[in-house]
């Protein structure tokens, strides 16, 4: 059978304005195969090795206790439990873009910038995690959202299953060996709220790791496990896991976008689209009946006048696929993540025994693919504010807040730019060595690389400046890519003091359950 290809949008020139966000990530690419090749192989991913030592969850659980017993013998600055907590994931978010958007944020503030500090840079502790992945020295958004969520690593594409688990094996999947539990279930399974808010889709890769168990990210509905190869009445969906399945279905709060993965493709949804199940499975309906007095929103009126107090869960699905850029959004019909953000803090705090709730800012990647560093910046503005408005409105006595990426994006600040230079625009302190200024920001890889017919570097002060133009890259591909560097940790509140130092990343989960005495390994309670 010929599989269906991730449909990629590429944006060769500069001046492009996203309407409508579009998936861009290729499975192939990812698990290293041809992007000609049509068949994909449940073996391992093409070229990419596994130690067989790291199939196993154990060997990750091992490696996350030492790394706790480590900083616990160091002085406890605190012995105090978090109630809550609040996880924050920049998506795509390396630490060339956190400076830069410092940098834009004063700017926007008619300041130079470079003395300018984002809301969470403010926070006390910081560390470094390390994001490579069982198979994969440059990781995806799948394998590290096991590792931060589940606290295990787990070969690239994989989604809350072991690393013995090869890419779109779904009797692999199905073993109970080989499946993960989240800090979602540890947080449910001691009487705690969840919820999972995200800029992207419901089912996205990131936010799919509190909750999913599969071989394959894009098995986003069924229409996509067929596409695959793949039973989907075998294979279980990532929609249908959602709403039927635990932890899922026992989410209180579950605001993104990703509307059509849940409605058959004979009805439009709420935003004017078909949607996208070819089972005639309705599962908003099912949603409902699942749950008497959830609510359903789908615009900003209607999320703004929810009364929280009276809803016993709330999914609200703001767009078809991903939600809009913040920068393109209509800003009357599409909710901010800070509103997303204030209404899921308000709703999870109901609970006297606290909450467990994961929020993304997930189009920084996607504006990184596109190498427009513009809309990333902008969309790390609005995480900022997001995170800075949860910190005023909990309590930094009982509320934990950790804030980090799970992997990075190829973007440099080159040169020597002087002070106040506009970080999007063109160095005017340094040039090529053919006299030519070259932009202050500029990813390794990417669909524009500004030459003429000789191969030689254009001129681009009439380019870059404007928010939407596409930033110059070395390498020619498609998309951005990923990178593979350490990315960055920021954390406020009880035990904030342990995440510091370099860290596996799948240790993030670990450490947030010993904080808030939750799952099967050790707990602050329990000194």
């Known amino acids: 059978m010929q599989l269906l290809l991730p449909i990629l949008v590429i944006l060769a020139f500069s001046g492009i304005t996203l309407s409508r966000v579009k998936e861009v990530h290729n499975v192939l690419e990812l698990t290293g195969q041809k992007t000609s090749r049509l068949k994909f192989s449940t073996d391992v991913a093409k070229g990419k090795y596994t130690p067989p030592e790291e199939m196993d969850p154990q060997f990750w659980y091992n490696i996350a206790d030492e790394e706790i017993s480590q900083r616990l013998q160091l002085p406890q600055l605190s012995t105090k439990k978090a109630k809550n907590v609040i996880m924050f994931l920049g998506d795509g978010m390396p630490i060339s873009s956190v400076t830069a ?39 995806d958004s799948a394998c590290t959202a096991t590792a931060y969520l589940c606290g295990v690593k787990t070969n690239i594409i994989n989604i809350g299953v072991s690393a013995a688990v090869n890419f779109n094996n779904c009797t692999a999947s199905q073993d109970p060996a080989n499946r993960l539990t989240s800090i979602a279930e540890w947080s449910q399974n001691a009487g705690k709220s969840t919820g999972i808010v995200t800029t992207t889709t419901l089912t996205h890769a990131s936010p799919s790791g509190a909750y999913a168990k599969t071989a394959n990210r894009m098995w986003e509905c069924d229409t996509d496990v067929t596409s695959y190869g793949v039973d989907a009445s075998t294979c279980i969906d990532m929609a249908t896991q959602l709403v039927t399945q635990t932890p899922g279905k026992n989410f209180e709060v579950m605001f993104g976008g990703g509307m059509g993965k849940f409605l058959p493709k004979t009805i439009k949804d709420s935003h004017g689209n078909a949607g996208e199940r070819s089972d005639g499975v309705n599962l908003l309906s099912r949603w409902q009946g699942l749950h008497n007095k959830g609510v359903m929103v789908t615009n900003r009126k209607q999320l703004l006048n929810l009364n929280v107090s009276s809803a016993s869960s709330i999914i609200g699905v703001f767009q078809s696929g991903l939600m809009d850029l913040h920068m393109d959004a209509d800003a009357t019909y599409q909710p901010t993540l800070s509103e997303l953000t204030e209404v899921a803090i308000k709703k999870l705090s109901h609970n006297e025994n606290g909450y467990f709730v994961f929020i993304e800012g997930g189009l920084i990647d996607i504006a990184n693919h596109y190498t427009q560093a513009g809309y990333a910046l902008d969309e790390l503005l609005e995480f900022e504010k997001a995170i800075q408005l949860a910190r005023d409105i ?31 625009g063109v160095n005017q302190h340094n040039a090529d060595i053919n006299g030519v200024k070259y932009s202050v920001l500029n990813y390794a890889a990417g669909p524009n690389q500004y030459v003429d017919e000789t191969g030689q570097r254009i001129p681009l002060e009439d380019i870059l400046g404007p928010d939407n133009a596409i930033t110059p890259s070395y390498i020619p591909t498609e998309i951005g890519l990923h990178s593979g560097e350490d990315v960055g940790i920021w954390a406020s509140g009880p035990q904030s003091h342990l995440f510091t130092g370099v860290m596996q ?4 989960p670990h450490l947030m359950a010993y904080a808030s005495c939750v799952g099967s390994g050790k707990k602050v309670c329990g000194n």
């Open 505 to 508: 990343q799948h240790t993030i």
């Open 394 to 424: 909990t309590d930094v006595e009982d509320t934990l807040i950790v804030v980090t990426a799970d992997h990075g994006h190829t973007l440099s600040i080159a040169g020597y730019p002087g002070r106040g230079t506009p970080i999007l």
């Open 101 to 139: 958007a410092r940098i834009l944020k004063g700017q926007r503030q008619n300041k130079t910038g470079e003395e300018s500090l984002l809301s969470f840079e403010s926070f006390p502790y910081s560390g470094l995690s390390r994001t490579y992945c069982s198979n994969a020295q440059v990781p």
